[in-house]
């Protein structure tokens, strides 16, 4: 699979446990925000977004929330399972719009099923 | 319907030397991205085509490389000549505006990785 020899921070869960990741972000006026999943040879694919009006989003087995005050924002997984083994980034399209939502990628965080 | 696809999967190629990658983006997508990620870094843009007209091209790292995409389909990127520092993984991503929507999901394809050596 894909990988570039980048230093993630690596969260071990058991199987069945919830898994909690964070992102922090640094402008103020970000106003949207996106997870994406990457797993081992495939691309980043879209699992959840949310809009800076709203603190909290549920979807199937995720639900990420959003802490404007301290500028952060968490994706948890219910009920891990080894299919949710992947590198997760948050991203955020660009304020300016010009810029024509280029997205910034934060480091990414490695998750680890164990069985 | 057929996601991105980007082709080659994976390029080995000596430093000097000329590599194109391709990107066929979501049938339909006005938009098409490119980002990389280069050894210990996050993903980072490169450059976005609104049908063939180039948006930004700001995040292209010097004049070695070169996109095009004639015709508002498929893309292509060109490094060259390709120097080590350039290996990495090279994502494709491709939207469409929503009517209505400031935002619009990216859709990656799985992306090339490039090894110069």
């Known amino acids: 699979g894909e990988s570039v020899g980048l230093h993630l921070p690596t969260l071990s869960v058991q199987e069945g446990d919830n898994s909690i990741i964070n992102c922090a972000y640094s402008n103020s006026a970000s106003d949207y925000f996106i997870w994406y999943k990457q797993e081992s040879g495939k691309g980043p694919q879209f699992i959840i977004d949310i809009r800076s009006n709203m603190d909290k989003r549920q979807g199937q087995r995720v639900t990420v929330l959003l802490n404007k005050t301290v500028k952060h924002l968490s994706l948890q997984i219910a009920a891990t399972q080894p299919g949710d083994s992947a590198v997760y980034f948050c991203a955020e399209p660009s304020t300016i719009k010009a810029a024509g939502n280029k997205l910034t990628f934060g480091g990414g965080t490695r998750v680890l099923v164990k069985p | 319907e057929a996601g991105v696809t980007q082709f080659p999967s994976h390029s080995v190629i000596e430093k000097g030397q000329t590599v194109t990658l391709r990107c066929d983006p979501i049938s339909g997508h006005d938009n098409l991205y490119w980002y990389r990620r280069v050894m210990g870094k996050e993903i980072k843009f490169l450059l976005h085509f609104v049908k063939e007209s180039k948006q930004d091209e700001s995040g292209m790292p010097n004049n070695r490389f070169l996109a095009e995409r004639t015709g508002g389909t498929y893309s292509t990127l060109k490094v060259q000549p390709a120097e080590l520092e350039d290996s990495g993984v090279y994502f494709c991503?491709?939207?469409?505006?929503?009517?209505?929507?400031?935002?619009?999901?990216?859709?990656f394809g799985a992306g090339t990785r490039l090894s110069v050596l």
């Open positions: 991503a491709s939207s469409q505006d929503r009517q209505g929507e400031a935002k619009n999901i990216q859709y």
